[in-house]
């Protein structure tokens, strides 16, 4: 079975409701957006873990053009953000275009008919003259390398993949993993389970998390006086933005964050032993820096430990750590992130020529603007290489992208093209800029590994500079830099 449309939008979360709103916007309807889950939310689906939240204030890690003056917290929970994310698509009338349960599994360019060919595991094809793929920068879960764990007789999750039917009270609990999920997870369960090990093999800088609820005068005035909320999304979009010279212009910046980090670490845990085993050894920033202010004590429980011995291996009962300790426990979260840098397509994908985008992105996944990729024709990526961010919103970087890719769209029926195609040039000389401009900053050279990075130190994931110079880069479609293909 086939079916046409104009734009084939890939993954129902952040990017992807806003391609859609942004196409709605524009008067196109002609779309149909593929979405592997059962439901919208894409990641704020996926991630249900006990404690999940953001770590970016909800103010600004929001539509800029869908403001929700309700926000209970500074941080919002996940459920929250689900909620929000569904009254858009309800707002929007998008859920008729939705398709869920359908797992794309391949994408292929037909040169003489200028279309995608875009394939489901469900049997079902869809061909449109536009792909936006929207699969997500932190989609797919990374399940660590450690012999034996597939031989662990207790129950297991993934943070990504939590199952709230498994009741984890008075259980013996192993956590593998200490970054922003594990950060999470361990203070919401810590009080629930009879004793919770803590495998860290790398202590991340951890700084205060200025959470709290928002007032119902809050939530009035952002509700009545709308002009109040802009002004706070305006000042949290800048205090974000300062952070970002510290990352890129001048790690010396974040010495000064590094202190309080530090002092904050003392005055959260007493116990000096304990204190030092929290104690990065490596510059602040170069693995994302955590916010959080229940961390800390959940370490200072009786019945969490935190173990820093290197995991020798997984066996039936337990984990067994380097110096010969095993540490038998009912259930193990493997809070170990997900496959980010080294992850290239995940889906197959064929552009002109057959070139195979996974074949294309062998030494480091890149592309023109994050957005386009040289060979694969009005195929547009959301959340694509180099547009992370170490120091604000996401949702800044998607709706810079989906504005070039609607200008991109623009400028292509206008001049009637049957297809455009960044050029090889243009996204060469790009990423050489990228690239040198990676290289002065505190994730390529404070002295961590992180998967901002590929195995070889190849830096696929972050954009080097401000979000506003994202945006100003991607206000406009910039003919010369792509081959207009006539009809
Ligand atoms: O994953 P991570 P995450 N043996 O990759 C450890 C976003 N996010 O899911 O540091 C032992 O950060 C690994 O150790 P090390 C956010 O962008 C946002 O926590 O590599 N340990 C590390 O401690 C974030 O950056 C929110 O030495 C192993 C941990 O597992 C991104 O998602 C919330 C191991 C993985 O940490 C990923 O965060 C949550 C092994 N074999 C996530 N393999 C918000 O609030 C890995 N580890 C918005």
């Not at 770590?55 to 800029?64: G, N, Q």
């Not at 004793?195 to 800088?205: D, G, M, S, V």
């Not at 809070?335 to 397509?345: D, P």
């Not at 000389?429 to 990676?438: A, D, H, T, W």
Request: aromatic share 10%.
């Amino acid at each position: 079975m086939n079916s046409t449309y104009d734009q084939i939008i890939i993954g129902a979360g952040f990017a992807g409701l806003c391609a859609a709103i942004n196409l709605k916007k524009a008067g196109e309807n002609n779309f149909v957006i593929l979405e592997r889950n059962d439901s919208i939310g894409g990641t704020w689906y996926d991630n249900h873990y006990p404690g999940a939240a953001c770590d970016v204030e909800s103010h600004l890690y929001s539509y800029s053009f869908e403001p929700n003056p309700h926000w209970s917290r500074q941080f919002g929970p996940q459920e929250e953000i689900l909620k929000y994310m569904e009254h858009c698509a309800e707002k929007y009338d998008l859920q008729k275009h939705v398709q869920l349960n359908t797992n794309v599994t391949r994408a292929i360019f037909d040169e003489t008919s200028g279309t995608w060919t875009v394939s489901t595991a469900t049997g079902k094809s869809y061909t449109g003259k536009v792909v936006v793929s929207c699969s997500g920068g932190l989609s797919q879960p990374s399940f660590p390398d450690i012999k034996g764990l597939n031989t662990f007789q207790g129950k297991v999750f993934h943070s990504a993949m939590w199952d709230r039917t498994y009741d984890l009270t008075n259980k013996t609990v192993g956590v593998i993993g200490t970054g922003a999920s594990a950060i999470q997870i361990v203070p919401a369960i810590a009080g629930q389970v009879k004793q919770l090990h803590l495998f860290q093999r790398t202590p991340p800088w951890i700084l205060p998390k200025p959470d709290k609820d928002i007032s119902a005068l809050r939530q009035w005035f952002y509700t009545n006086l709308p002009f109040t909320q802009r002004l706070h999304r305006k000042r949290l979009y800048w205090q974000h933005e300062i952070m970002a010279v510290g990352f890129i212009k001048n790690p010396k910046i974040l010495k000064l964050f590094s202190k309080l980090a530090l002092r904050f670490l003392k005055q959260s845990v007493p116990d000096e032993a304990l204190r030092k085993k929290l104690t990065p050894n490596y510059v602040m920033g170069c693995k994302r820096v955590l916010i959080t202010n229940d961390y800390f004590p959940a370490l200072n429980r009786t019945n969490v430990e935190v173990v820093t011995e290197p995991i020798a291996a997984i066996n039936a009962s337990g984990i067994l750590t380097g110096d010969g300790i095993q540490r038998n426990v009912d259930a193990l979260v493997l809070a170990t992130g997900f496959q980010a840098a080294e992850e290239v397509s995940r889906f197959e994908v064929k552009g002109r020529n057959g070139i195979d985008l996974n074949e294309a992105w062998r030494n480091g996944a890149e592309a023109y603007l994050g957005t386009s990729v040289a060979g694969f024709p009005n195929m547009f990526l959301v959340v694509g290489p180099n547009t992370g961010l170490g120091h604000s919103s996401m949702i800044l970087m998607i709706e810079a992208q989906v504005k070039l890719i609607m200008e991109s769209l623009k400028a292509m029926k206008l001049s009637k093209a049957k297809f455009i195609d960044v050029k090889k040039s243009a996204q060469q000389e790009y990423n050489r800029e990228i690239q040198e401009k990676l290289s002065g900053t505190v994730w390529q050279t404070g002295g961590c590994a992180s998967w901002y990075q590929t195995k070889s130190g190849k830096n696929v994931t972050l954009w080097p500079g401000f979000t506003f110079s994202f945006m100003k880069r991607t206000e406009k479609f910039e003919p010369e830099k792509y081959e207009m293909v006539p009809s």
